[in-house]
Nanobody, 118 residues
Framework: DVQLVESGGGLVQPGGSLRLSCVSS????????MGWFRQAQGPEREGVAA????????YYDRTVKGRFTISQDNAKNTLYLQTNSLKSEDTALYYC????????????WGQGTQVTVS
C-alpha cells in the first residue's frame, strides 16, 4: 500500500507563502494521480490541486489557480504544494491523497498539515 506524510504547514500572515510537502512510501508505483485537499469547515474535504504522476498534467481549483502550484519530485516520491498570496479563507487542514491506478477513487490519505492564515 501507499503511506503519505504531509509537512510544511504553519501560521502565516495574509499575502505570505508556505510550501507543503507530502512524502510517499510503500508501493508507490501504482499511483495514478496525486492530489491536495483541504478541510476548512465541517467534515468535507475540497479538492485543491492534482497532478498526473506520469505525465505531470495539473488541475487547480478556481479558488487557488494562479496562487498555488502543485509539483512533484518522483525520484524522491515527494509531492509539493507551493501556496502563495495566502488569504484567510485558505486556512484549513491540508491533506495529500493518492489515486491508485485501477481503483477509481482517492484511496490513500495523509494525516494532514494545518495552514493558518491570519
Amino acid at each position: 500500500d501507499v503511506q503519505l506524510v504531509e509537512s510544511g504547514g504553519g501560521l502565516v500572515q495574509p499575502g505570505g507563502s508556505l510550501r507543503l510537502s507530502c512524502v510517499s512510501s510503500g508501493h508507490t508505483d501504482n499511483s495514478y494521480c496525486m492530489g491536495w485537499f483541504r478541510q476548512a469547515q465541517g467534515p468535507e474535504r475540497e479538492g485543491v490541486a492534482a497532478i498526473h504522476v506520469t505525465y505531470g498534467s495539473k488541475y487547480y481549483d478556481r479558488t487557488v489557480k494562479g496562487r498555488f502550484t502543485i509539483s512533484q519530485d518522483n525520484a524522491k516520491n515527494t509531492l509539493y504544494l507551493q501556496t502563495n498570496s495566502l488569504k484567510s479563507e485558505d486556512t484549513a487542514l491540508y491533506y495529500c491523497a493518492a489515486w491508485r491506478r485501477g481503483t477509481g477513487s482517492w484511496t490513500n490519505w495523509g494525516q494532514g498539515t494545518q495552514v493558518t492564515v491570519s
